[in-house]
């Protein structure tokens, strides 16, 4: 489980079909074999931790199943992702709650600058613009973000200049296409109310 609050900023280095090398800023001496940690909202199970520089480089097995329904099929050495290690029971919960199973790929649509920030409208599949409300979660490419204005399949996101700063977020484009995870809370919701009726 994570919180959606982004805790560095890593980098694909290899890439041979589904094993994927990343490296981190991680101290690698307090990554478990085995940990999980959030890579652009897909949780990814970390293996062959080792220490490089400051920080840490491990490999990562993916499935047919997650490249097919995630960007990490698009994934190439450069690539810079979004990284957040798994909540530990104590943490702050300074976000929403994250599972870190992306449910689909959002497309950004339009960027605009608004005073420091800047304003992203995103298109969702349309299969999970329902679970999608204002002021309602997501995470996208695992950033726990408050949504502005939905209208249809898009909807409207702020990101502030800390954000573009410490994320993937400050080089992101008209056409990308990021990690959506919808808010847990709305799916369940959702859910009874499809059994009620």
Not at 26 to 39: E, K, Q, W
Not at 64 to 69: A, D, I, M, V
């Amino acid at each position: 489980m994570f919180t959606g609050l982004v805790s560095d900023v890593g980098e694909v280095v290899a890439r041979e079909g589904g094993r994927f090398t990343i490296r981190s800023g991680y101290n690698a001496d307090t990554i478990a074999l085995g940990a999980s940690i959030a890579h652009d909202g897909c949780c990814l199970t970390a293996l062959e931790m080792r220490t490089s520089g400051d920080g840490s480089i491990y490999e990562l097995d993916v499935s047919n199943e997650t490249l097919g329904k995630t960007t990490l099929g698009d994934w190439k050495p450069g690539r810079r992702v979004n990284l957040e290690r798994s909540l530990k029971a104590g943490d702050e919960l300074g976000g929403h709650i994250v599972m870190g199973h992306v449910d689909g790929v959002a497309v950004i649509r339009d960027i605009r600058t608004d005073g420091e920030s800047r304003r992203f409208t995103f298109e969702a599949p349309a299969e999970l613009a329902r679970y999608i409300a204002s002021k309602g979660s997501v995470a996208l490419d695992g950033t726990s973000l408050t949504v502005n204005e939905v209208d249809g399949a898009r909807f409207g996101i702020n990101l502030i200049p800390h954000t573009l700063s410490v994320t993937t977020w400050g080089r992101k484009s008209i056409g990308d296409r990021v990690n959506l995870e919808i808010d847990p809370l709305a799916r369940y919701v959702a859910r009874l109310l499809e059994m009620r009726g």
